[in-house]
């Protein structure tokens, strides 16, 4: 166990220096690049509808969770095969690779954690505990739905690398189905049941309003958010084990 953690840092630590090695913005291009995209849909979107105070927020927090779905499911897709080399030399357990890729992701939503905290000086948001808690829970659902599918979709990535492109763009589909830029109140009753199906729809909602209004947070919050939590860990055991069966046959194909 102390190698298997041990290993997973390695992994982690060397992902993350290797991504920016020969960049001069290095670290700073995390920030930025949700920054820009915020910046973009806020100065649109603001002018042609009139939003409460906290929009300013809830977008920057929504771009923020979509930037850790998306990155996250790329980097477990690719994952396998950026260490093909490293998995032919060594025996140690191959999840370890797809856990590391994904937790990078992880590690830059929190990064940008500290752009959302200097946002909330000039728009006040207001945490309790309990609203911390939900927030947490729905980080946690993101992360284990993206290991879930990169557990599956890893697998799938050394035999089919057309899945690449067909990923970018079912993410950008998925972008523009979760209500990142507006509010779910905005579309019709017919579209809204469409949109609460996808999952990311309550994770992002919900973790808008523990941290950005925490006081309004009730019990039934986390009964629904915790139907996507349960969801998240059955697709990660599920995908784990597919994982686990199929990793032995790939290596001919790397």
Known sequence: MFNYYELLKQFISTDF??????????????????????????????????????????????IMIMNMF????LNGLTSLMSKAGVILKINFSREVVVISAVT?????????????????????????FIGLLL???????????????????????????????LTIVILQLIFW????YYQLEMLPLNLQRYIKL???TLIVTYARKGMINGAAV???DFLQLGMVFLISIILFSVGLIFFRKKITKIAEYF
Request: glycine content about 6%.
């Open 70 to 73: 998306s990155e996250g499911v």
């Open 17 to 62: 220096k290797l991504r920016y090695k020969n960049s001069y913005l290095g670290i700073i291009w995390i920030i930025l690049k949700p920054l820009a995209t915020f910046a973009v849909i806020y100065l649109i979107w603001s002018n042609i509808f009139k939003m409460d105070a906290d929009y300013k927020m809830g977008l920057l927090m929504g």
């Open 104 to 128: 990078i992701s992880l590690i830059d939503f929190f990064i940008n954690m500290i752009v959302f905290a200097i946002f909330s000086l000039s728009t006040p948001v207001h945490p309790t």
């Open 218 to 220: 009730r019990g039934e």
């Open 135 to 165: 927030f947490l829970m729905a980080i946690v659902s993101v992360f284990l739905l993206v290991l879930g599918l990169s557990f599956f979709s890893s697998i799938i990535y050394i035999r089919l690398r057309d899945i690449h492109n």
């Open 177 to 180: 189905m979760t209500p990142i």
């Open 198 to 200: 996808n999952p990311l």
